[in-house]
């Protein structure tokens, strides 16, 4: 079934079926809807103004947006350097000038309450950075209440860092944004890691890139009982390149969710986005993805892919991928695929000698490891590979 | 007396109630090569994809015999480890499935089957290289995914290695020369012919002789409306090459 309106209505009655934390749903809802997230009468083409929402409830400083930033960028940022916080802030050697960690709570004041000065207590961090290839791993357990994590990260020219945030919500919900700047031909990597998620929680990525850099993003969700990935990115330098690769697994009555809004403001850039679900029972997952390609933007070449494994009759793949080109000179191809397995590989697969329930393992876990395989590191692959063979076999 | 390797026997095939396959009977002996040609619509494809157990078809009546023993009753993976094998003519994609690592599993699985030890990743590794030779295949399609990405001449090269690493008893090439160039037929061509011994069969589809000039045949049926309608030796297939299959239908 493809539903292609995705609004607060389409949300409330995802949330409403969950059991968990029902009272820290409903102030989740009533944010998101006090923050102007449009309703179906009247929603907007780039389907939910999330930077109005984070602009609103958080702030810091960044020092070398300039670089790269179009006005549009510089506004946004500027708006936030308004509202200065007093971050808790880590210096890192090298490349990564500087990350900022943290939280606002919803309980103190304003729309979303003030920042904390402190770090937060559910913020861990778990691994330094390293001199010739920061990596950074960020460990977020949401335990109770509704949370919210900034991480500012700038890459300068010739950087090439790694950032794993892995996500966890016992009985809190949570939400986690990421600014980030790359100057030009710099590299980042975000791997983005969420399991037995029982409560809310929402991963926001806001960057812009310089020319020649490089954005990988993986996302691995699993048991997530509401989660949405929503990234931003202005790729507003030539030669860049940004990749998104994400899978979500869910079941029950879970929800998974990925947002993009990918623009293309000069030419000669690329973005390809790979967005995989598989789903259970009354499980529903969404897509929404926007390419934006600005009138200058020749040359541009970008891929959006939405394929969708529905293994029960009831479950929900949701699926809007959009293209708003102005450019003549572009590539840009999209697709979604929702169904159940197909019957073609498995029947080649049994052609070789597999029995037919090995032909099904050996499909999904192919089905997932096209996304795992892009994370960053390759025992956190193999381990993740584990945990999803262990959720499609049960 | 030569030993019968495949024989079927007056062959039912229906796809959601439409015949296909309309009382074909075919023998092939143990180290013989057969072509099997003929119009579109025909059913030679049906006829290789039945042979391999495709759950769309339903055999109506009939009988497939392999070394005597029924395959009707066999699911596809059986009929793959008693020694079938198939060779798309349209060679299935699987993102995510690593080639060398669905292809080690392939073989350990028929390993198993035969009572013989499996292979680890590193013994594969240097077991597989000469059959990559022979296909004329670079070892770094084992690390993509299975035929993902791969051109036509890509794939087919990748079912005449997995043929060659499986060893079966019968190979069936669903018009294995259809978009490759005269380079690669020749390699997928050379590579059958070293593939030939007394104990395996092919059973080869094609549309065209050019094929057959590099794998020589031994026997060549003309199929049209679900059934064999003639059998010769090489010459029939220059034959239709020159005239084309309309004198046949006439004639026959």
């Given at each position: ?46 389907y ?22 179009t ?24 490349s ?36 010739n ?46 600014h980030?700047n ?22 926001t ?39 998104l ?29 790979l ?13 929404n ?106 | ?29 143990a ?7 003929g119009p ?53 994609e699987?993102?995510?499935?690593s ?70 008893q ?34 080869i ?48």
């Amino acid at each position: 079934m493809i539903i292609t309106q995705t609004d607060t209505e389409t949300w409330f009655s995802q949330i409403e079926k969950h059991d968990h934390g029902a009272t820290e749903l409903s102030r989740f809802i009533a944010q998101l809807q006090t923050l102007g997230i449009p309703r179906k009468e009247q929603e907007m083409w780039r389907y939910a103004p999330l930077p109005a929402l984070f602009e609103k409830i958080t702030a810091s400083r960044l020092g070398h947006v300039k670089e790269v930033a179009t006005a549009e960028d510089m506004a946004m940022f500027q708006e936030i350097e308004t509202n200065v916080f007093v971050p808790a802030t880590v210096l890192a050697p090298s490349s990564f000038q500087r990350l900022t960690l943290f939280s606002a709570s919803p309980k103190k004041e304003g729309p979303l309450g003030a920042a904390s000065p402190t770090p937060p207590s559910g913020i861990q961090r778990a691994a330094p950075f390293e001199e010739n290839h920061p990596s950074m791993k960020l460990n977020f357990n949401f335990i109770e209440g509704w949370q919210q994590h900034h991480v500012v990260v700038n890459a300068e020219a010739g950087a090439n860092a790694t950032l794993q945030l892995n996500l966890a919500a016992t009985s809190g919900a949570g939400h986690v944004l990421v600014h980030l700047n790359l100057a030009h031909t710099a590299k980042v990597h975000i791997d983005i890691i969420g399991q037995a998620l029982n409560a809310p929680v929402m991963v926001t990525i806001r960057a812009v890139q310089g020319n020649n850099g490089h954005l990988n993003v993986v996302s691995y969700v699993q048991d997530s009982a509401w989660f949405m990935l929503d990234l931003g990115n202005a790729i507003n330098g030539t030669g860049s390149n940004m990749t998104l690769n994400a899978l979500s697994l869910v079941r029950q009555n879970q929800y998974a969710a990925v947002v993009t809004n990918i623009r293309h403001t000069i030419g000669e850039s690329t973005s390809s986005q790979l967005v995989k679900a598989v789903l259970y029972d009354t499980a529903t997952t969404e897509y929404n993805g926007a390419v934006y390609v600005a009138h200058d933007a020749q040359k541009t070449d970008s891929t959006q892919s939405n394929p969708n494994l529905v293994l029960s009759d009831t479950a929900r793949a949701l699926s809007r991928p959009q293209l708003r080109i102005y450019a003549d000179d572009v590539k840009c191809a999209h697709g979604a695929t929702m169904g159940q397995l197909d019957p073609e590989p498995l029947f080649y697969l049994a052609s070789r000698g597999f029995s037919h329930q090995e032909c099904i393992s050996i499909v999904l876990a192919g089905f997932a490891e096209e996304v795992l395989d892009q994370m960053s590191d390759p025992a956190l692959q193999k381990s993740l590979l584990a945990d999803a063979i262990q959720f499609l076999r049960a | 007396m030569k030993n019968t390797l495949l024989h079927i026997n007056d062959l039912h095939v229906a796809i959601d109630n439409t015949p296909i396959l309309k009382g074909l009977t075919l023998r092939i002996n143990a180290g013989e090569v057969h072509a099997i040609m003929g119009p579109n619509g025909s059913g030679k494809s049906t006829l290789s994809k039945v042979l391999a157990g495709h759950p769309a078809y339903t055999v109506t009546s009939g009988e497939i015999f392999l070394n005597g023993e029924s395959l009707l009753n066999m699911d596809p993976d059986e009929r793959a480890l008693s020694g079938i094998f198939l060779a798309f003519q349209y060679p299935v994609e699987i993102p995510g499935v690593s080639n060398a690592g669905f292809l080690r599993m392939a073989v350990n699985a028929k390993r198993k089957h035969k009572g013989e030890d499996e292979l680890d990743p590193i013994e594969f590794e240097s077991w597989i290289k000469d059959k990559l030779t022979l296909v004329d295949m670079n070892p770094e399609f084992l690390d993509r995914y299975v035929n993902h990405g791969f051109s036509g001449g890509e794939k087919k090269r990748n079912e005449i290695l997995q043929m060659a690493a499986l060893s079966p008893q019968l190979a069936i090439l669903d018009e294995i020369d259809s978009g490759l160039d005269i380079d690669a037929l020749r390699d997928v061509a050379r590579a059958v012919n070293t593939l030939r011994s007394p104990d395996r069969a092919f059973l080869i589809i094609t549309h065209y002789q050019r094929l057959l000039t590099d794998i020589v045949p031994d026997i060549v049926h003309i199929m049209a409306n679900g059934r064999l309608l003639t059998s010769g030796d090489k010459s029939l297939a220059l034959e239709v090459e020159e005239k084309g299959y309309d004198w046949l239908l006439e004639t026959v």
